[in-house]
């Protein structure tokens, strides 16, 4: 016997519906569950359904005789059959990517030009903006319109200008190799801005790459490397006078079914590697192939952030560097964030601009 019903072609376990049941004693008026999954009849089954336009109306064979309705839409958005159920289809992009600059007034004032703005990040793991005032601090006003600050122990914001006796390398004029920010925090910054307040006289170019482009790359080409990257993990460590961080991750981050989730690349921060001596020279030969398709002409994009550009991108699939070493004062200020906040303020622009 079945354990499904077939809707618009689809079909949807009984469990799995008596489990999403909308009704008023199923569900909280904030939409939150009340009955407890664990406590279901896994053998449900139904007595009665009628389908309609509008959805589907079920009587459970309970003995209450629990009804429910589905509506369309909510089935529809929430179909698992015949759809791919863990396929990221995020474009992927390389060297030769436009990126969208939106003017920072209108974001402002027009909740779609923001909404664009944070859909591009989301989509390709970056987004731009221009016109941002160059007062200091401005990125934090910038922050606020879409989520938090993550503070660290660089401070709500940190500042990318030269200083004597750096304990970071970012805080020297020196070209820095593309990498991810932070790889020995966890959690791990998932997003990350850079605000450019004074361009450099010369140099100071910025470097960027898809990480899941160049992970693909390698997956394709290079599967061996690719399974070595995201099998085995590599230790990242930062340590100053007042702070002492460390953490295990691979380079290359994948779910069950083998979808890039995230990288980990960090040049500068990478402590000894202890993979297992057997492993350890294919290990850097993976670890060197990747970090050569990164930096390929096929991946890398340089561009040159003029003042009051500042960029803000997904710390987790996006690798950033500067290419060349600044010369003259350059003056970024940069501060990290969470991909939540800014993926729900897109979820609830979206209602208001339709
Ligand atoms: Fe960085
Ligand atoms: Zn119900």
């Known amino acids: 016997m079945n354990d499904f019903l077939i809707y618009e072609s689809k079909r949807f376990h009984y469990l799995w519906l008596r489990d999403n049941c909308q009704c008023h004693p199923c569900r909280h008026d904030s939409g939150q569950r009340l009955h407890e999954t664990w406590l279901l009849d896994s053998k449900i089954a139904i007595l009665t359904s009628e389908t309609s336009n509008a959805g589907v109306k079920v009587i459970w064979d309970t003995p209450d005789q629990h009804e429910s309705f589905y509506p369309h839409d909510f089935l529809m958005a929430n179909c698992y059959d015949k759809f791919p159920t863990s396929g990221d289809k995020l474009p992927r992009w390389g060297s030769d990517f436009q990126m969208t600059s939106y003017d920072y007034a209108q974001v402002l004032e027009d909740d779609a030009v923001k909404l664009s703005w944070l859909n591009d990040v989301i989509k390709f793991g970056i987004g731009k903006l ?12 910038v922050v606020s319109e879409f ?4 503070s660290t122990n660089y401070g709500d914001l940190f500042e990318v200008v030269s200083v004597e006796k750096a304990e970071n390398l970012a805080f020297t004029p020196l070209p820095l190799s593309l990498h991810t920010d932070n790889p020995y925090r966890d959690p791990v910054p998932t997003l990350q801005l850079l605000h ?17 482009k160049a992970a693909e790359i390698l997956q394709k080409e290079h599967p061996k490397a690719f399974e070595l990257l995201s099998t085995y993990k590599a230790k990242f460590r930062f340590a100053s006078d007042d702070a002492i961080l460390e953490h295990s991750g691979c380079m290359i981050e994948t779910d069950k079914q083998n979808q890039i989730m995230a990288v980990r690349i960090n040049n500068r921060s990478c402590a000894p ?3 297992p001596f057997d492993i350890m020279s294919s290990f850097y030969e993976a670890y060197q192939l990747f970090a050569a398709i990164l930096h390929s002409d096929a991946c890398k994009l340089t561009t040159t952030l003029e003042s009051g550009e500042l960029i803000i991108f997904d710390n987790q699939r ?16 940069g501060c990290y964030a969470d991909r939540d906040g800014l993926k729900s303020t897109a979820a609830t622009l979206v209602n208001k601009v339709v």
């Open 147 to 150: 989520g938090f600050v993550r």
């Open 273 to 275: 590697i202890n993979v």
């Open 318 to 333: 996006v690798l950033h560097g500067r290419e060349v070493q600044a010369i003259g004062a350059r003056h970024l200020q």
């Open 196 to 212: 450019c307040l004074v361009k450099a006289e010369v140099g100071g170019v910025t470097a960027l790459a898809d990480g899941f």
């Open 130 to 141: 221009h016109n941002v005032p160059t007062n200091p601090s401005t990125i934090l006003n």
